[in-house]
């Protein structure tokens, strides 16, 4: 398939390696937070304040098809609450290859940090900790996963860890 999507939870890296990744493919680009807060007029804090979780995800799955369909050679990415979506992510499954990018949670926390006001903007944070959403969010994640690479701190390596997997998925098919 000639679009991929990263997956993972918000620090993951989706939005800069995904930048990366496109530019060294020849893809687009597309975060479908940043196409959201263009719909909305506003940023995404303030989406998620004023619709609440349940609303919220209902309208993101709602714009990653919108924004999806239709397109060619694009690599996308979702919020990390896209998994709570099922349409959505079974249309990701079927327009492209799905990369979950999975961070040790200890680097996704150092990444975001642990204030209360950032982590009350992470969907469905409420009534839980963040490790116990790390955890959840990972099977999700892992279900709806073509390929998984580990990746750390460097953006490098984990490119070269897509292009290995997409190389032996070319070979494949040729």
Request: net charge negative.
């Amino acid at each position: 398939m000639a679009n991929l999507t990263l997956i993972g939870m918000a620090g993951a890296g989706k939005s800069h390696v995904g930048r990366r990744l496109a530019e060294r493919l020849g893809y687009e680009f597309l975060d479908i937070d940043t196409y959201l807060e263009n719909q909305y007029g506003k940023e995404l804090e303030k989406i998620v304040e004023e619709l609440g979780d349940e609303r919220f995800i209902d309208v993101e799955g709602k714009a990653i098809i919108e924004a999806t369909n239709g397109r060619d050679a694009h690599v996308f990415s979702p919020g990390g609450s896209s998994v709570y979506e099922p349409e959505a992510m079974d249309h990701l499954g079927k327009i492209s290859r799905i990369v979950y990018l999975r961070v040790p949670f200890e680097t996704i926390q150092k990444r975001i940090g642990d204030s209360p006001e950032r982590m009350g903007r992470i969907i469905g944070i409420k009534g839980q900790s963040f490790r116990e959403l790390y955890d959840k969010r990972a099977v999700l994640y892992e279900k709806y996963a073509h390929h998984v690479v580990d990746i750390g701190e460097d953006a490098e390596a984990t490119l070269k860890k897509i292009f290995g997997f997409l190389d032996m998925e070319e070979a494949a098919h040729a």
